[in-house]
């Protein structure tokens, strides 16, 4: 089992940043490949970032590449997101996800979820 937290949501402007973390707790950290989703109001849970357990492989969808960044501290048990360049259109909960095996960006094939946090980007 695995427990996981999100922090660090909250409101920005258009062109802003804000930095997420997700703390794992309950089992080895580095037994599991890490993702981001988020889902804004009347729209389905969407991929946004995934990292292998080394942290030395990540995807991203294609709305966020280049501005997302999604890195992990195995020493802390702790996945980050850090989003520059935010867009009204980023407004959503984010959710952290854990996987054992390889990274994915279904959201199928996620085991374990954190509450969310919410981000909401002003224009």
């Known amino acids: 089992q695995v427990q996981l937290v999100e922090s660090g949501g909250g409101l920005v402007q258009a062109g802003g940043s804000l930095r997420l973390a997700c703390a794992a707790s309950?089992?080895?950290?580095?037994?599991?490949?890490m993702g981001w989703f988020r889902q804004a109001p009347g729209k389905e849970r969407e991929f946004v970032a995934t990292?292998?357990?080394?942290?030395?492989?990540?995807d991203y969808a294609d709305s966020v590449k280049g501005r997302f960044t999604i890195s992990r501290d195995n020493a802390k048990n702790t996945v980050y997101l850090q989003m520059n360049s935010l867009k009204p259109e980023d407004t959503a909960a984010y959710y952290c996800?854990?996987?054992?095996?390889?990274?994915?960006?279904?959201?199928?094939?996620?085991?374990?979820w954190g509450q969310g946090t919410q981000v909401t980007v002003s224009s």
């Open positions: 309950g089992s080895t950290f580095s037994n599991y490949a």
């Open positions: 990292i292998n357990w080394s942290g030395g492989r990540t």
């Open positions: 996800a854990a996987r054992r095996g390889v990274r994915s960006s279904l959201r199928r094939e996620y085991d374990y």
